[in-house]
T-cell receptor, first 113, second 115 residues
Framework: EPEVTQTPSHQVTQMGQEVILRCVPISNHLYFYWYRQILGQKVEFLVSFYNNEISEKSEIFDDQFSVERPDGSNFTLKIRSTKLEDSAMYFC???????????FGQGTRLTVV | AQSVTQPDIHITVSEGASLELRCNYSYGATPYLFWYVQSPGQGLQLLLKYFSGDTLVQGIKGFEAEFKRSQSSFNLRKPSVHWSDAAEYFCAVAVLSGGYNKLIFGAGTRLAVHP
């Protein structure tokens, strides 16, 4: 069964460093998303992406965040200068159409120290 | 504003007992509703979804949910819980924004199962 894959599963980084979280969406999907879950809190929408551009972003998604689809298969989230409060589980998701269900990856746990 | 409320933060049931997890949503239009399950250290797995049609939807692992528009609810049920059902359950509503769906999640209900 096709699935969304995320790498790495866990990343530890020092405050101020840049990190790139990687995702491979399901191959025939066209809509891509990043969500975040701070430990013990609810899952929050960060950004949606379609046709090589951001379609919507939340207020969490400030200038330190960026997304990119560098090739036909990968979808990345870059955090330019990490802060302690960026520590969270980051989920990538994809959907075939704008109004169909999103399938989530296993997540990348980011720890900023 | 759109929101999802899961009133029960933590529920404990005995194995074999029935289960109902509550979910209420606030959304002006016809909602797309979902239940996801998250096992410890794992990602979000879709249990079931409601888009339209029959208000009682069946999902994986023996779960079902009923959409009640009059109560703005989408409660999740299972007639007989198994120990492997212990996990966190998230209700979500898809909000159509700029032509694209984004999910608004509830805070989750953590289910513990006693043997």
């Amino acid at each position: 069964e096709p699935e969304v894959t995320q790498t790495p599963s866990h990343q530890v980084t020092q405050m101020g460093q840049e990190v790139i979280l990687r995702c491979v969406p399901i191959s025939n999907h066209l809509y891509f998303y990043w969500y975040r879950q701070i430990l013990g809190q609810k899952v929050e929408f960060l950004v949606s992406f379609y046709n090589n551009e951001i379609s919507e972003k939340s207020e969490i998604f400030d200038d330190q965040f960026s997304v990119e689809r560098p090739d036909g298969s990968n979808f990345t989230l870059k955090i330019r200068s990490t802060k302690l409060e960026d520590s969270a589980m980051y989920f990538c998701a994809s959907s075939e159409h704008s109004n169909t269900e999103a399938f989530f990856g296993q997540g990348t746990r980011l720890t900023v120290v | 504003a759109q929101s999802v409320t899961q009133p029960d933060i933590h529920i404990t049931v005995s194995e074999g007992a029935s289960l109902e997890l509550r979910c209420n949503y606030s959304y002006g239009a016809t909602p797309y509703l979902f239940w996801y399950v998250q096992s410890p250290g794992q990602g979000l797995q879709l249990l079931l979804k409601y888009f339209s049609g029959d208000t009682l939807v069946q999902g994986i692992k023996g779960f079902e949910a009923e959409f009640k528009r009059s109560q703005s609810s989408f409660n999740l049920r299972k007639p007989s819980v198994h120990w492997s059902d212990a996990a966190e359950y998230f209700c979500a509503v898809a909000v159509l924004s700029g032509g694209y769906n984004k999910l608004i999640f509830g805070a989750g209900t953590r289910l513990a199962v006693h043997p």
